[in-house]
């Protein structure tokens, strides 16, 4: 069995601002660089065999600020990604707001079944690459609820949105 302790990254410039940011690197700000510090003390007496994380730059810099303390280097995956929201990329995100039938959107938008794809393919790459570890992975927060929404085999909406480093404890 695998512990898998999944976070959601910290604060970024553009979290503050109602940005979506999509498959964009992001940047931590202030506070979401206090919000690592704060998870990497916590966790620094916590037993983590492996650190993982988005390849996406927000992602990246909160997995090395936890994993830090333990001295452990950080493996990097596309599969954990933030959904590609195509051209909505960089809009406001309360100017999107009348636009919640998703079948007023753009073709160029990840599909749900295309990122539940893709999280059954993250669950399944931990589960063979780390069979009996406690991996700490890093990602967003609509690929960390696909994630959940597979292995729990419930729909994204009875799946409760996780807050910047927020913590959810999953045996696979």
Request: glycine share 6%.
């Amino acid at each position: 069995m695998v512990t898998l302790i999944l976070v959601r990254h910290g604060e970024t410039k553009d979290n503050a601002s109602h940005i979506m940011q999509g498959q964009t690197p992001g940047e931590l700000n202030s506070k979401g660089i206090e919000q690592a510090e704060e998870m990497a003390r916590r966790m620094t007496g916590e037993m983590i065999d492996d650190f993982v994380s988005s390849d996406l730059k927000r992602s990246i810099e909160t997995c090395e600020i936890i994993a830090r303390p333990h001295k452990k280097k950080v493996i990097t995956t596309a599969l954990l990604r933030e959904r590609d929201w195509g051209s909505f990329t960089g809009k406001h995100i309360p100017s999107l707001a009348h636009l919640d039938d998703p079948s007023l959107w753009p073709d160029d938008i990840e599909s749900l079944d295309k990122l539940k794809a893709r999280a059954a393919d993250f669950l399944n790459w931990i589960r063979n690459s780390f069979p009996n570890h406690r991996v700490l992975a890093v990602g967003h927060g609509i690929v960390n609820k696909a994630i959940q929404s597979v292995l729990y085999n419930k729909p994204m909406n009875q799946i409760k949105p996780m807050a910047n480093l927020e913590m959810r404890v999953l045996e696979l």
